[in-house]
Antibody
Framework: QVQLVESGGGLVKPGGSLRLSCAAS????????MTWIRQAPGKGLEWVSY????????FYADSVKGRFTISRDNAKNSLYLQMNSLRAEDTAVYYC?????????WGQGTLVTVSS | EIVLTQSPGTLSLSPGERATLSCRAS???????LAWYQQKPGQAPRLLIY???SRATGIPDRFSGSGSGTDFTLTISRLEPEDFAVYYC??????????FGQGTKLEIK
């Protein structure tokens, strides 16, 4: 069965950095586009970034462009999100999701808290 | 960017009743690329409907989606206790830049 497990979240000070990981299993990872989506506490869902199956095509939401970097390692069945220059408004649960037409399977998320 | 507006914000119904949730887009959604998700507290969203009306794998047939253009509807024919949750619509016509509605909370009356 499809499994996505995020890790790497935690408490970080404003201006700091964090790298999230997403370990995929149960499907051929290299065949699928992947997406990061976040949800601030008590709020709705916000698309963050997207990467094609080969890693060649990458897109970011305007709110994170220039600060976040998405990448993947198909040999390790893993997706990553490098987050730099973090702000309080980046505080959220970050979900990785398999993207087949639209995000169809999601991980359970990892909480990122940006606070001094 | 396409803005999705969901109504009502909260819907209070009893098990066995029919639920009708609305999602209106600020401009036409390309090829009815509209999805619905269910989210329970502490859980990740679960895909229910894609392409406006196609049920995702394993989704019971009491869930149905309809609509096109700018107006879409999620209908739950007979509410089960496990259906009480928050529901989000999402457009992917401008993929990869997905946008979500603000959500409708379906609560037990």
């Amino acid at each position: 069965q499809v499994q996505l497990v995020e890790s790497g979240g935690g408490l970080v000070k404003p201006g700091g950095s964090l790298r999230l990981s997403c370990a995929a299993s149960g499907f051929t990872f290299s065949d699928y586009y992947m997406t990061w989506i976040r949800q601030a506490p008590g709020k709705g869902l916000e698309w963050v970034s997207y990467i094609s199956s080969s890693g060649i095509s990458i897109f970011y939401a305007d709110s994170v462009k220039g600060r976040f970097t998405i990448s993947r390692d198909n040999a390790k069945n893993s997706l990553y999100l490098q987050m730099n220059s973090l702000r309080a408004e980046d505080t959220a649960v970050y979900y990785c999701a398999r993207d087949y037409v639209t995000p169809d399977y999601w991980g359970q998320g990892t909480l990122v808290t940006v606070s001094s | 960017e396409i803005v999705l507006t969901q109504s009502p914000g909260t819907l209070s119904l009893s098990p066995g009743e029919r639920a009708t949730l609305s999602c209106r887009a600020s401009q036409s959604v390309i090829s009815s690329y509209l999805a619905w998700y269910q989210q329970k507290p502490g859980q990740a969203p679960r895909l229910l409907i894609y392409g406006a009306s196609s049920r995702a794998t394993g989704i019971p047939d009491r869930f149905s989606g309809s609509g096109s253009g700018t107006d879409f509807t999620l209908t739950i024919s007979r509410l089960e206790p496990e259906d009480f949750a928050v529901y989000y619509c999402q457009q992917y016509g401008s993929s990869p830049r997905l946008t979500f509605g603000q959500g409708t909370k379906l609560e037990i009356k």
